[in-house]
């Protein structure tokens, strides 16, 4: 496994893993549930295979997720670089509204060391912006969990460039997690240059457009009915159609390398700096492994060029989000 740096030093293995998928029902659901026991041996295997990094984040289940990942890495703690988010405000097990009080951080971090089953999370994120409250506040009670050793590192997730300079500012943000993939580029204008300006790493979640750059889905028809991805505009019967187009032509590079597409996804990502630290979301050993191998992969010029001819800025049909979601992000 290959190894980089985030903010303020903080180093992470090149290919983290996403453990949102590693769920049994729950509140977000891609496909059919995970198999927990297999969740839990891939995590065991990416510990093996080098993966340093893991992601998760309270609203997964809500609280599961936590639990789940915390089980695992029973015993195996060391050397390990723990993420996980707050920001939403619950009644019971639903999501009420955001919330980036220093009061929520606070309680949300002690419930997420409890489920973690650990002393300190090395990467403490907010995990949407909540307009109403001064990014300098949240920042500020987010340091304080960090002054009290409950958090080594503070970052942000889908802020603005406006709130991300503001935050820089005001305390030691080591990164930004966001969108980022092949079909989701708008961070290029001035979100990632506003990360680079101020030491900040890149965090891309979904990098394999929630599973449609891997190509293994061609319809709609593929997906079961309660999964999260039918909500997805991008694959509604108007877009997915004319977005195949991309996966057709990341399937053209990676038959030339004679590795996966979701080698190819990743390894595009990988080549865009050695700032940026994807974390391809999994539940199962055979998707992790190769999902983890892309850190091996390296990309042409003419393989690059061929990306960004079928896959420009903005040239994904359909929003990544339904309305009510884009309302949350970049703020």
Known sequence: ????????????????????????GGNILYGENADLGESTRTIHRAIDLGVTFFDTAQ?????????????????KRDGLVIATKFGFRFEGQKIVGVDGSPANARAACEGSLQRLGIDTIDLF??????????????????????KEGKVRHIALSEAGPETIRRAAKAAPITALQSEYSIWERE?????????????IGFIPYSPLGRGFLAGTIRSRDELPENDWRRN???????????????VDAIAGIAAKHGV??????LAWLLAQGDDIVPIPGTKRRTTMEDSVAAADVTLDADDLAAIDTAAPKGGTNGPRYGEQGMRMVRL
Do not use: T, W
Not at 1 to 22: F, N
Not at 59 to 75: K, M
Not at 125 to 146: C, F, K, N, T
Not at 192 to 198: G, H, K
């Open 1 to 24: 496994m290959k190894y980089r740096k985030l903010g303020h030093g903080l180093e992470v293995s090149a290919i983290g893993i996403g453990c949102m998928p590693m769920i049994k």
């Open 59 to 75: 609203i997964y289940g809500p609280f599961s997720n936590e639990e789940l990942l915390g089980e695992a890495i029973r015993g």
């Open 125 to 146: 994120y907010q995990h949407r912006v909540d307009p109403s409250i001064a990014i300098e506040e949240v920042v500020g009670g987010m340091m304080e969990l960090v």
């Open 187 to 199: 961070v290029e204008d001035e979100i990632l240059p506003a990360c680079r300006d101020n030491g």
């Open 232 to 246: 997805d505009p991008r694959y509604s019967e108007e877009n997915l159609p004319a977005n195949l187009a991309i």
């Open 260 to 265: 996966s597409n979701a080698q190819i996804a």
